[in-house]
Nanobody, 119 residues
Framework: QVQLVESGGGLVQAGGSLRLSCAAS????????MGWYRQAPGKQRELVAG?????????NYADSVKGRFTISIDNAKNTMYLQMNSLKPEDTAVYYC???????????WGQGTQVTVSS
């Protein structure tokens, strides 16, 4: 079992910044990939950024956030972050933390945190 708890969402003006955190607990050694997803009203959930947890870290970003968002993991704190800069109104969504498990198609999700960017 893995538990994921997000924090850091809120209301920000366009051009501003926010940092989301995802604290992981439980069987964290079983996590192979972590990621941030978002879902805007009336839209499907989409991948924002992903990061592998092995030694050869691989990172990928959605084209819409490249150059503005940065994903990272602090292993000492068992926490994943999403630094979001130059925010746009179209970044408004509920952001979810995700963890994939080695050798399994099962994934864990956090409860989500709302990010609202005003124009």
């Amino acid at each position: 079992q893995v538990q994921l708890v997000e924090s850091g969402g809120g209301l920000v003006q366009a051009g501003g910044s926010l940092r989301l955190s995802c604290a992981a607990s439980g069987s964290i050694f079983s996590i192979s990939v972590m990621g941030w997803y978002r879902q805007a009203p009336g839209k499907q959930r989409e991948l924002v950024a992903g990061i592998t947890t092995d030694r050869n870290t691989k990172i990928n970003y959605a084209d819409s956030v490249k150059g503005r968002f940065t994903i990272s993991i602090d292993n000492a704190k068992n926490t994943m972050y999403l630094q979001m800069n130059s925010l746009k109104p179209e970044d408004t969504a509920v952001y979810y933390c995700n963890a994939d498990i080695y050798g399994s198609s099962y994934a864990y999700w956090g409860q989500g945190t709302q990010v609202t960017v005003s124009s």
